[in-house]
């Protein structure tokens, strides 16, 4: 007993000096009331104090386990907090310190608020990115026609371990040439649309149910956002293509049928108030395409009514067309006299007109072929005008040249008379103009050789070769001289015998003022008589010939072709088989040269 005594007393000892010693003194004051055994109380105590061991271990136990659970909360915040700032691309957090030090509370009472605000930031940034691949997600299905997307942005799945500030750029870098590129489209979209309206304006359709046969979105009266996929930018580029088209077929059928209406108001006369009700269809015809933009000036109406005006002229025109037919084989026989050139045979054009008649020959490609003809006259006529000046002047000098002679030939011009002094000075003038004459023709030669060179045909004039005019000419004035000459010698032998008799017989009194009796006045001609009696009586049957008519003289030459059958001269070769026949006409209006 004392053993256990000394130990229970030391642990009473120890007991008291706390507030358990008070419960064990009074449990031992009532095991010395009771009588209790010590063997009992030993072990009472014993029970009491491994009751308390288990209830320190406990305490111990559930340390350290607080212990360790501070230790995991800091390291899982250290770890969180460390995640946090590379996930936002982030080295640290300005006002923590670098290093940890304290009690474990306080360290994680420390890491706590920056941890709340590294949370807060993330919570941020991934509202952030949300937003931004939202509108990403949201136009690129714009872009792709996918209309029945759903922009709510909790389908977008954010990375979260990568939240930072670079990645966010390259989203929105990306969003914003997403805008871009659905602006471009809405422009497009914009411009395509415009185009349609203003293509379908002009060609009189209506431009609503285009745009809403194409796709629904783009007609404003359904109020949603409009389709600006590639399938639609597409779509509206080959309606417009096909409007384009559609606008370049009517243009072309109202030039065709302005072309049409021009040339029949041209060839019937058409006046200007008829043609002003269709001034809208001629006033196209030098307009492209891509100029027509007034609104209706291509509709089907205006087709329509342009075609039936056609017809109706047509119709007008094969009624009037020998009438035009006519005309304009007027315009080119006056060409061809104007110019002294060959005219069509008018068996020619007796048969053009039987065709005509008949339907056998179409009115386009007649009135077609007599306008070329008509060119090629005139361009011919052109050609002819330097050469034909210089042929009337010849004309007009050789008219000149006949009257001089016939002058030369009057016994009474030195008379005084009336009117004798204008036909000295007509006479003077004649000589100037005579003595000009050969030189004229020379360049008559030269002009018409080059012309016929040039040409590869024979210049004719009233179906006579010029150049066997000239030539007939220069042979009949070489004869005149000749004749001229021969004149002068007879005269000269004549007055050597008369001075011969004089001298035999004796002077006899007004010998000297005896006149060598001359020829009348029409005695230049008597020579010229025998050459060709044909065109001599085609002159007789014009009348009474005036010698200073120079429009006369040419009449002549044509009256001579006339009788000379009307033969035509196509080659060079012609012209020495009728040599003879031109003689007689140039022979008829020369005489001997004035001296």
Request: a negative charge; hydrophobic letters at 35%; glycine letters at 4%.
């Amino acid at each position: 007993m004392a053993s256990f005594q000394s130990p229970i007393t030391m642990r009473s000892s120890a007991l008291l000096e706390t507030s358990c010693g008070y419960l064990l003194q009074e449990l031992q004051m009532i095991w010395d009331e009771v009588g209790e055994d010590q063997f009992e109380r030993e072990k009472v105590l014993l029970d009491l104090e491994q009751e308390c061991l288990d209830v320190y271990r406990r305490k111990v136990d559930r340390a350290n386990i607080s212990r360790a659970r501070l230790h995991q909360e800091l390291a899982e915040s250290e770890a969180e907090f460390t995640h946090l700032l590379l996930s936002l691309g982030e080295r640290s957090l300005p006002g923590r310190p670098e290093k940890m030090t304290g009690t474990l509370k306080e360290q994680l009472d420390s890491i706590t608020p920056a941890l709340r605000e590294m949370r807060l930031r993330k919570e941020e940034r991934v509202n952030q990115f949300r937003a931004v691949q939202a509108q990403i997600q949201k136009i690129s299905a714009e872009i792709a026609g996918l209309s029945e997307y759903d922009d709510s942005s909790t389908n977008v799945i954010v990375n979260e371990n990568d939240l930072s500030l670079k990645k966010l750029e390259e989203y929105q870098i990306e969003l914003q040439g997403l805008h871009n590129e659905k602006n471009d489209r809405l422009q497009r979209v914009e411009k395509y649309i415009d185009a349609v309206r203003s293509l379908s304006a002009t060609l009189g359709m209506e431009s609503s149910m285009i745009i809403t046969k194409v796709h629904p979105s783009l007609s404003e009266l359904f109020g949603i956002s409009k389709n600006i996929s590639d399938n639609i930018l597409a779509k509206l580029n080959s309606t417009v293509e096909s409007l384009e088209e559609e606008k370049k077929k009517r243009l072309e059928k109202l030039h065709q049928l302005g072309k049409a209406l021009t040339n029949l108001w041209n060839l019937m006369g058409t006046p200007y108030n008829d043609r002003r009700k269709f001034s809208h269809v001629t006033s196209l015809l030098s307009v492209s395409s891509a100029e027509v933009s007034e609104s209706g000036s291509l509709t089907h109406n205006i087709i329509e009514q342009a075609e039936a005006e056609v017809k109706r002229l047509d119709q007008l025109k094969a009624s009037k067309m020998q009438e035009l037919f006519l005309k304009k084989q007027k315009e080119l026989e006056d060409i061809c006299n104007n110019s002294h050139m060959e005219i069509p045979s008018q068996s020619e054009m007796d048969k053009i007109t039987n065709l005509l008649n008949s339907g056998e020959i179409d009115h386009a490609d007649l009135l077609t072929s007599m306008d070329e003809q008509i060119s090629r006259a005139k361009e011919e006529a052109s050609s002819r005008k330097v050469i034909m000046e210089k042929v009337e002047r010849w004309m007009l000098a050789r008219d000149e040249e006949r009257w001089l002679e016939e002058y030369s030939m009057d016994e009474n011009r030195y008379s005084v008379s009336r009117g004798a002094h204008r036909n000295l000075r007509r006479a003077e003038r004649a000589r100037v103009t005579v003595k000009k004459i050969p030189a004229l023709v020379d360049s008559l030669f030269a002009m018409t050789k080059s012309w016929e060179e040039e040409r590869k045909k024979v210049f004719l004039y009233d179906e006579v070769p010029l150049l066997a005019m000239l030539e007939e000419y220069n042979m009949a004035r070489q004869e005149r001289e000749e004749e001229k000459q021969r004149q002068r010698e007879k005269k000269k032998v004549q007055s050597q015998v008369v001075v011969e008799q004089e001298n035999v017989f004796g002077s006899r009194p007004g010998s000297s003022n005896r006149r060598i009796p001359n020829r009348s006045l029409n005695g230049s001609f008597s020579n010229a008589i025998p050459l060709n009696r044909r065109i001599s009586m085609g002159i007789q049957q014009l009348g009474t010939y005036s010698i200073n008519s120079a429009t006369q003289g040419i009449s002549f030459i044509k009256e001579g072709r006339k009788v000379q059958e009307q033969k035509k001269f196509a080659r060079f070769g012609h012209a020495s088989h009728f040599k003879d026949e031109t003689a007689s006409v140039v022979s008829t209006f020369s005489g001997p040269l004035s001296p």
